[in-house]
């Protein structure tokens, strides 16, 4: 078990860290090289101002008429978000070890308490989002076996993490669980429909650059 946790710490977490930084590299220069084999125009009407006036309106809750015509929706899913961005880097279990593993030091620590609620708000919020593919038509119509599988690999490190800490269960199992999850999740990203997380900004900069520049009308 020592030596499996040593491994998980050790090698395999710098070839998950290094398939995520590679593979979104890769990703993101195959993006920019599709976009000026195939669509150079583009370029003609990109906007500084059209772009980050669309990407701010976006990250805004509730800063869309889509978004305050779904209340709930939006608050799940702007709360499932800030938590799994921001508790996997700054929750204080998490800190000590990016200190001692990486010599990285944080301005900002999340006690673990908070951490746990945030915990639960990705567990919760996945349940959520579960029930919407299930039982909500219009959702059900678009949703494939992958999107369950996609939900879970992200909630796993969370269900696990929040049940190590409580310490349901076996412990050691769990918190070798903890680390395996995060580690898949890691290298997932850049390689399925998890890469949103990288494409987002730019589609939503070349969303707004024609909405403002090109159709003068707003995106949202």
């Known amino acids: 078990m020592l030596r499996l946790h040593e491994f998980l710490t050790g090698p395999m977490a710098w070839i998950a860290f290094s398939i995520f930084i590679g593979g979104s590299l890769h990703s993101l220069a195959r993006m920019f090289l599709l976009i000026h084999k195939k669509e150079r125009h583009i370029y003609s009407y990109m906007s500084l101002k059209y772009s980050l006036r669309s990407i701010l309106r976006w990250s805004l809750p509730f800063g869309t008429r889509n978004m305050r015509m779904h209340p709930g929706m939006t608050i799940a899913t702007f709360a499932f978000h800030f938590c799994v961005m921001a508790g996997p880097v700054f929750i204080a279990s998490h800190v000590v070890m990016w200190e001692e593993e990486w010599n990285i030091n944080f301005f900002y620590v999340i006690p673990d308490y908070i951490g746990e609620v945030m915990a639960a708000i990705v567990i919760v919020s996945s349940l959520f989002f579960v029930w919407r593919r299930l039982f909500l ?38 918190l070798l669980s903890h680390i395996l999850s995060g580690e898949i999740l890691l290298m997932c990203i ?6 949103h997380m990288l494409f987002a900004p730019f589609l939503r900069a070349h969303t707004g650059s024609e909405f403002g520049g090109v159709r003068h009308a707003k995106d949202w």
Do not use: H, M
């Open 137 to 174: 038509k219009e959702v059900k119509f678009v949703t494939s076996a992958s999107d369950f599988v996609i939900l879970a690999i992200v909630a796993a490190p969370f269900i696990t993490g929040f049940l190590a800490w409580r310490q349901w269960g076996n412990y050691p199992i769990l």
């Open 190 to 195: 850049p390689f399925t429909r998890l890469s």
